[in-house]
Each structure stands twice: as C-alpha cells, then as structure tokens.
C-alpha cells in the first residue's frame, strides 16, 4: 500500500481513524476494562453492529458498485454464523458433559462421551446420533475453513448458475430470494441437522474460556472493530483502480462492458463469491455476541433490511453503507427495546415496537423518491458548499 | 487483398420475421466500407451477429488468418479476437472520467486476475496521446457525462482506437454532429481503415460520399448492390427501395 494509495483515499483514513477511537472509547468506558459506564449487553450491541457494518459494505459493493441487487446475502450471513455455531456449541457442551462424568468410578469411553453430547445437542429434536455434516464440529481449525468455504462455494455455484443464464435485475434479486428463503425453510426442519427452528444456542459461551462475558464482550468487539477496518480497507483497494471502474462499468451498461471484450460474467461471480465471503465472516463474528442463532435470522426480510440499510445510508460509497447499517440497526434497537416513548394521540397510541417498522419503510420510500443518494448525499452537499465559499 | 470476415449465407428470423435473409459479406484487412439500407433492412442485426449478441439460424461467419469461426463464442471474447463496435446512441461510461474510459478500452488483460494486478502509471502517456487523437487531451479528467454529444461520439471512437481492433464496426457515427464535427469524425475514420478494416453504417449520404470507398446496399436482410456510391446510386432497384422514397 503505497502513500498515494493513502492519499487518494482520504475518507478511508478518516474512516479508519474514528473506527480506532470508536473502539478505544467504548474500551476505556467498559465493564471489563474501564469505568463501566458502557453496560456488557450495550458493548454486545455495539459489537454486533459493527459486523453487520461489514456485511454491509460487502452488500454495497454487489448492489451500490456491481448494480447487482442480491436479497440473498444474509444467507451467507447466517451460514457464517452457523459455521462457528457448531464448533462452539459441539466443544462447549462437551466441555460440560465431561465435568459431569468427571465423578464416575468407571471412565467413560470415547463412544459414550460422543452419544452424551449428541444427545445434549440434538434431544430437542428428538435425535441422539451427529448427523454427516456435524464431522468437523470438534476443530475449530475446520470450522473456520467452512465459514469461508461453504457460502464461498454455495455462493459460486449460484452465482455460476444464474448469471452463466444472464439472469439480471428484479429477476436476479428475485432469484436469490429464493435461495435464501429456500434455504431457511429447510433449515427449519428438524431433520436438517442443525436443530431445526431452535437454532444453535448458548454461543456466547466460550468454551474453556473462564473470562466473564464482560471481558468475552469487548474481545469479539475489538475483532468485529478489525474485521470491519480490514474489510473496509480490502474494498477500497480492491475497487480504487481499474478493477473499480469495470465493476462500476457493469452496473452502468454491461453490454457496453462485454463488447470491451470483459467477459462481464466471471466478474458478476467474482464479486458475488467475494462478498458473500466477507458477509460470512461478518455473520461468524456476529452469533457468538447475539448467543443465538436459528433459521429465522435468514429469513428474506433480513437481506431486504440489508438492501434498505445500504440504500438509507447512500449507496455506491463504503462509509454510506456503514453510516446506514449503524444508524438504522441502533435506531432499530432503541425502538423495538422499549426505550422509546410512546406517543398517546388520546383515541389511539403510537407505541414505537410496532410502528418502527412502519416508520422505516416510509422512510425507505421516502429515501428512494428524494435522497437516492441517502445520508452518504448529505457530504456532496457540504463538499459542494465548501466549493462554492 | 486478403480477407479479414467472410459472412456466407447467413439468416436469423425473429418470431417469423425474417430479419437476415441469406446474406453474404466480405471485407478486407485495410479496408473501409459503407453499409446503408433503409428501416429495417438489418444493418443493426448484421453488427449484432459479428459481434456476438445474436446467434444466427444458419450460415457461417469465418475470422482472420486462422479462419476461425465467430459463431459460439461469447462477445467479450470476440471482441478480444479483434472486432469492436460503437452503437448508434453514443454510449460511454457517463459517471467515469475521459481518462478511465480510455483506460478501461486500451488493448490490455481482460481477465479479473489482470486488471485487479493493472498499475495505471505505465499506460498514462499512450492514454494521453489517444486523447489528443480525438482532441479531448482538454478534457482529460473530467467526467465523460458532462461532455457533448459529438465529443462523446469521438470518445466512442477513441475507445474503439485503444482497444486495436482489426475491425472496426461502427454505427451511424455522424448522427447529430454539427458539419465541423463530421469532417473531424470523417478524418478520423478514413485515418483507422489505413491499418484496419472499417464498416460504417450510415443513413447520411452526404456523409459516405466523403468516405469515397465501397458501399454495400442492404434490403430486407440480404445484400442489394454492391460497388462505389455513384455505381449503387445509379442501380434502378436501390433507387426504388431507397433512394427514391
């Protein structure tokens, strides 16, 4: 990374820079490692948003550079998610079970330590036995390949199937709706093997990590601090040179780009495969912090709420998609927890966990029809006033 | 003169509609053609099957030394093998600037490995002297958007001129060009069919006139007369069908 990179990309440091003091404010106002000003479950918060920050970025750059409307990348988000799910949940109940057998005369066997767990995990639907796809649960090693390597591959056959068919637009997005609500549906499924609607719990224990959750909170925080910055920086470069200006090409008139001699198919996957990657991550950082996770989280509204965020935050620009994310997901936060006043009309009240979501979709629509470039607009209007003084 | 295309026999129907019908060409390596043909007659279809966009029904188009045939390889690839095209509406990349156009044409790697690797600074001499070609060197950074009609059609050329083509396709390039803008875009093309081979489509007679080379008269798919302008303009059967409406 050159000094011109850096110069030339001036928002990234600045982005850089008050991500960094970000981090260090909530550390130095932490339960665990401050004043304790800043609650564990606030932190938790917190944590969480910033990877969904980078799963927006990564949606901003297949929509917002790409002009690829995908409302499938929670789908990668979840698979991430459940990927480490099942190293935590596997090791972290075996960890248990062993302290219970610790008392018996008798050691138990490999066999039986294996069934015990089996059935701790799986009794609720109803099954004592792993099933195939639960082989590698005991290495976290493994597991973290198959964060990367399952959306990657599922992302790359999908993606190969439908834009080798030049499958573009509303059909697309369409398309990968199905994918994504396909794919939840059968993780409904009790036989699916990852315990249908209840999902994988109990992720926020670490297993054989004694630390409270106060300290486990700011740990995953300051990693999902990281992988944001890195996935923020591997973007910019990535889309900064020439590479960028086709991409931004593709979405602008791809046909244009195809009798350029691009081949406008290999870069549509490249991109798709890339970001659902990065989504992946975003989503494996995201459900150790959340606890929880279960088919619901990939339902198709979340990707729509994905496309809704880039699209409030401006979309064809990083920081847009991070500003959206963060903004709406907290704001989210603070309307559905409760925190919010309700507002008595006298014949009716207005109480914001139920009109929040009505609130958000008009302003989509309004978003759409006035501010097409959405918040990110708001800093071309101050850099165009600087220009005019 | 060796040939550079060979379109033989070649028909494409649409719904019923026969839009090419049996229709052969032929062009040379240094060669500049005219093609003009009232609505409808597919000229636009016959650029679409060179260059990819439409498979036809039958009939064969051959390439280059090699003889390959065009026909089942996708349009990047095409366009790789040496045949450009610029389309009736000027089209470039309207939120990128005069420089990143270019850049994107220059006949360099089209893979995503090659161009997430490309160094811009070693390409920014030629880039600037294709600019100068088409008289944009004064407007090298701005976006292309913001350029007039007939300097974006010169940028389309210019594009075409990065990528070296052999073969030039080029469609209705004087279309809403003021008189000045014509001989410079006249200039232009008389200047790349001296290395390579160039077929305009062009409705404007007066326009072709000054191309002063072969003209290829189509009509309802397939070719009506072919020759110099004086020598098709004289034939009864284009001036029936074209010229005399």
Redesign the interface.
């Known amino acids: 990374m050159g000094k011109s990179f850096l110069k030339n990309h001036p928002t990234m440091l600045v982005f850089l820079a008050l991500l960094a003091l970000f981090t260090l404010a909530i550390t130095v106002f932490s339960e665990a490692y401050g004043s304790g000003l800043v609650s564990t479950s606030f932190v938790k918060t917190l944590g969480k948003t910033l990877c969904l920050c980078l799963v927006a970025i990564a949606m901003d750059v297949i929509w917002g550079y790409a002009g690829i409307l995908s409302l499938g990348h929670f789908a990668f988000f979840g698979l991430g998610g459940y990927m480490i799910g099942m190293w935590l949940m596997y090791e972290r109940t075996k960890e248990v079970v062993l302290r219970s057998l610790e008392n018996q005369t008798i050691p138990p066997t490999e066999t039986e330590i294996s069934d015990a767990i089996a059935t701790q995990i799986f009794g609720v639907v109803g099954s004592s036995d792993f099933p195939l796809i639960w082989s590698f649960a005991h290495s976290l090693t493994l597991q973290l390949i198959l964060v990367v390597a399952v959306p990657g591959i599922l992302a790359l056959i999908f993606g190969w199937l439908a834009f080798r068919s030049r499958v573009t637009g509303v059909y697309l997005s369409i398309l990968t709706q199905a994918m994504t609500l396909a794919l939840a549906l059968y993780l409904f499924q009790n036989d699916s093997g990852l315990r249908g609607n209840n999902g994988l719990s109990g992720l926020q224990n670490l297993p054989h990590v004694t630390a409270p959750q106060s300290e486990i909170s700011m740990w995953f925080l300051w990693a999902s601090a990281a992988a944001l910055g890195f996935g923020y920086v591997f973007f910019t470069m990535?889309l900064s040179?020439?590479?960028g200006?086709?991409v931004?090409?593709i979405r602008?008139?791809e046909?244009?780009?195809?009798?350029?001699?691009?081949?406008?198919e290999?870069?549509k996957l490249?991109l798709f495969t890339v970001t659902a990657i990065v989504a992946a991550v975003a989503g494996a950082l995201y459900y150790p912090q959340a606890g929880i996770i279960n088919p619901a989280e990939i339902m198709p509204i979340a990707s729509i709420y994905l496309a809704v965020w880039v699209a409030i935050g401006g979309r064809g620009r990083l920081y847009g998609a991070v500003i959206g994310a963060a903004f709406v997901s907290l704001l989210s936060t603070w309307f559905t927890g409760g925190q919010a006043p309700d507002i008595p009309l006298g014949f009716y009240t207005i109480s914001w966990v139920d009109w929040w979501q009505v609130l958000l979709g008009v302003s989509f629509v309004l978003v759409t029809l006035y501010a097409p470039k959405g918040i990110g607009g708001l800093f071309d209007l101050l850099k165009r006033k600087e220009v005019q003084k | 003169m060796s040939t550079l295309l060979e379109v033989s026999g070649v028909s494409v129907s649409f719904d019923g509609f026969k839009a090419i019908n049996n229709l052969s060409f032929q062009i040379g390596k240094a060669e500049l053609r005219a093609v003009i043909g009232p609505n409808g007659a597919g000229k636009t279809t016959f650029m679409d099957i060179i260059?990819g966009?439409t498979k036809p029904d039958e009939g064969r188009v051959i390439w280059g030394d090699r003889s390959i045939s065009l026909l089942g390889m996708?349009?990047?690839?095409i366009?790789?093998e040496g045949v450009?095209?610029k389309?009736q509406k000027p089209?470039v990349?309207?939120?990128?600037s005069v420089r990143?156009n270019l850049?994107?044409?220059l006949k360099r790697g089209?893979?995503?490995w090659d161009?997430?690797k490309?160094?811009?600074g070693a390409d920014n001499a030629r880039l600037e002297q294709l600019a100068d070609e088409i008289g944009l060197l004064s407007e090298f950074s701005r976006p292309s958007g913001e350029l007039s009609h007939g300097q974006k059609q010169w940028l389309e050329i210019g594009?075409l001129l990065a990528?070296d083509p052999q073969l030039l396709l080029v469609d209705e390039p004087a279309a809403g060009m003021t008189p000045a803008e014509r001989e410079h875009t006249t200039n232009l093309l008389v200047e790349a069919a001296k290395t390579r081979a160039v077929v305009v489509v062009e409705h404007d007679m007066e326009f072709i006139r000054r191309l002063n080379c072969k003209v290829t008269v189509l009509h309802e798919g397939s070719v009506l007369a072919e020759g110099s302008l004086d020598h098709v303009t004289s034939n009864q059967e284009v001036i029936d069908v074209y010229l005399g409406r």
């Open positions: 990535m040179g020439k590479f200006m086709v931004k090409g602008d008139n046909q244009r780009v195809r009798f350029l001699g691009y081949e406008v290999h870069y490249f | 260059t966009k996708s349009e990047a690839k366009a790789q450009c095209r389309f089209t990349f309207e939120d990128q990143d850049m994107m044409a089209r893979s995503v161009v997430l490309y160094r811009p594009m990528q």
